[in-house]
């Protein structure tokens, strides 16, 4: 597994392994802790329900029913209410993923500080075809890689799209499609903070990635808590004009 100690380490690697096919054959995800699971939120956790299938129904029949006197746009089909859901926080069985792998580097170092991050790649050449896309989403019987007809300003600026999972309980990288494929990459936790600065500086932080008043304050609080890693501190600049390093 590659550890991915510089921004530059990383995009060398992308370079070779995946910018060498069309923008969508690979698509990457950050996890800000390496022990997580490739596994949908809909399917993680405690619940009460008798089982995660019903457990599932549930949440979404009573979002559905209840969320219309909150949007503007009615969801056309299951897919796009799902992708509602999924947009405001409820577990669902999508994962999200990202075209831009500086996207998911972000992620990967943005908390647990303490704990290793993993970036993960996931080639999957084909979108969920028509009669895919016609049928429900709680039917599918593989992995689907989804494009939302509901494009919001968080989607569009994390250049997101969705893996619909079709066991909600297994992780995505134990439950491959014969023609997909996935690899993963260590961020330790001692370069997360580097990174994240040297993500700063390119542009990559919380109100870029989410465009509104929530994600500026993000970014301010976290932008007064940190200093340049390249800039050296004052003591070390007195010991170098002393002479001492």
Known sequence: MLDVNSIGTFLDHAYRSYFTQARGHWVFRGHSDINYNLLPSVGRGLH?????????????????????????????????????????????RLLDWTHNPLVALYFAVEANSGSDGQIFALQALTKAAESVRTASPFSIAS?????????????????????????VEVPLDQALRSDWRIESLRV???????????????????????????????????????????????????ARAAGKV
């Open 48 to 92: 009460t329900s008798k089982s995660r299938e019903k457990y599932e129904q549930s949440l979404f029949d009573i979002f559905q029913r209840e969320a219309h006197g909150f949007l503007a746009t009615v969801p056309a089909n299951e897919w796009e209410w799902l992708s509602i859901a999924q947009h405001h926080g409820l577990p669902t």
């Open 188 to 238: 330790p936790a001692n370069r997360k903070a580097h990174l994240r600065y040297e993500l700063f500086r390119l542009g990559v932080h919380a109100s870029s990635l989410f465009p509104d008043v929530d994600g500026l304050a993000s970014r301010i609080r976290w932008q007064h808590t940190i200093s340049s890693p390249f800039e050296e501190h004052p003591a070390s600049m007195t």
């Open 143 to 167: 992995p689907v890689k989804y494009y939302p007809n509901i494009v919001t300003s968080r989607i569009r600026a994390q250049e997101g799209l969705f893996v619909a999972c079709a066991s």
